[in-house]
């Protein structure tokens, strides 16, 4: 079965740090271009991090969170990385992953953050 899930979201305080995964399944991991998704209640989603496939594994991110937020993958455990670091409020938000050429979505991931 093709599919992506996250996981690792949970409640981190302002300034804390949280890593986020996303593990594929069904298709070959390596192959494929990924990104990190956000979407907080009454926004528009947007595109958080993104990385290329193996052999490039070129990053870019959003100008919110260049610099804090770190976007990795492990093609042996077909599994893309999330690292938020210094934490804001405005990072409060569903974490989504998607596989851009085929369209594919995972369910997503909550991240709270609150003192």
């Known amino acids: 079965q093709v599919r992506i899930v996250e996981s690792g979201g949970g409640l981190v305080q302002p300034g804390g740090s949280l890593r986020l995964s996303c593990t594929a399944s069904?298709?070959?991991?390596?192959?494929?271009?990924m990104k990190w998704y956000r979407q907080a209640p009454g926004k528009e989603r947007e595109m958080v991090a993104g990385?290329?496939?193996?052999?490039?594994?070129?990053?870019d991110y959003a100008d919110s969170v260049k610099d804090r937020f770190t976007i990795s993958r492990d093609n042996a455990r077909s599994t893309v990385y999330l690292q938020m670091n210094s934490r804001k409020p405005d990072d409060a938000a569903v974490y989504l992953c998607k596989v851009p050429s085929r369209n594919l979505w995972g369910q997503g991931t909550q991240v709270t953050v609150s003192s």
């Open positions: 069904g298709f070959p991991f390596n192959m494929y271009n």
């Open positions: 990385i290329t496939a193996v052999g490039s594994s070129t990053k």
